[in-house]
C-alpha cells in the first residue's frame, strides 16, 4: 500500500523541479536529481543531465516546462508536458528556425531516495512537423 503523505511530498517536489528548470538554476538540480541519473537508457548523471538542459535552453532561448497533467506516487510521477516556444535552428532535426511552435512532452520518472533517478521521456515531433506544414 503508498503512504498517501509521500505522495503529497512527491508532487511537490516535482513542481519545485519545474520551477527551478524555469529558473535555470542549475546549481539546485541536485536537490532534485540523482548523481546517477539516466534519460532514456542513457546514463549521464547529474552533470549530464544538466547540460542536456542546458543545451535546450540555448537551442530554445524562451524555453518554459509547463506540466498540463501530473500523476505521482511514491516513486513515481507521469507528466504531461506543454511547450509554446521558438526554437533557434533545428529542434529534433526538424527546421524550426525561429518559429513559434507548440507541442508536448510525455515523461516517467522513477524517483529513488526522494530524487530523479530514471527519465523515460517522449517529444511529440509530428505535433511539431505538422505545424511547420501549415
Known amino acids: 500500500m503508498n503512504d498517501l503523505s509521500q505522495v ?3 508532487a511537490s517536489m516535482y513542481e519545485a523541479y519545474i520551477a527551478c528548470l524555469n529558473a535555470r538554476s ?3 538540480l541536485g536537490e532534485f536529481v540523482a548523481a546517477d541519473v539516466v534519460h532514456n537508457g542513457r546514463p549521464l548523471g547529474v552533470d549530464g543531465y544538466r547540460a542536456m538542459l542546458e543545451e535546450n535552453c540555448r537551442d530554445i532561448p524562451d524555453l518554459q516546462f509547463n506540466a498540463d497533467l501530473v500523476v505521482a506516487n511514491d516513486g513515481h510521477v507521469a507528466c504531461r508536458l506543454r511547450f509554446d516556444c521558438t526554437p533557434v535552428q533545428d529542434f529534433l532535426g526538424v527546421p524550426v528556425n525561429g518559429r513559434r511552435v507548440v507541442f508536448h512532452e510525455h515523461a516517467i ?3 529513488k531516495d526522494g530524487k530523479i533517478a530514471e527519465v523515460f521521456s517522449i517529444i511529440d515531433k509530428a505535433a511539431i512537423e505538422a505545424q511547420l506544414r501549415s
Open 8 to 10: 503529497g511530498t512527491t
Open 26 to 28: 542549475w546549481s539546485q
Open 109 to 111: 520518472y522513477t524517483l
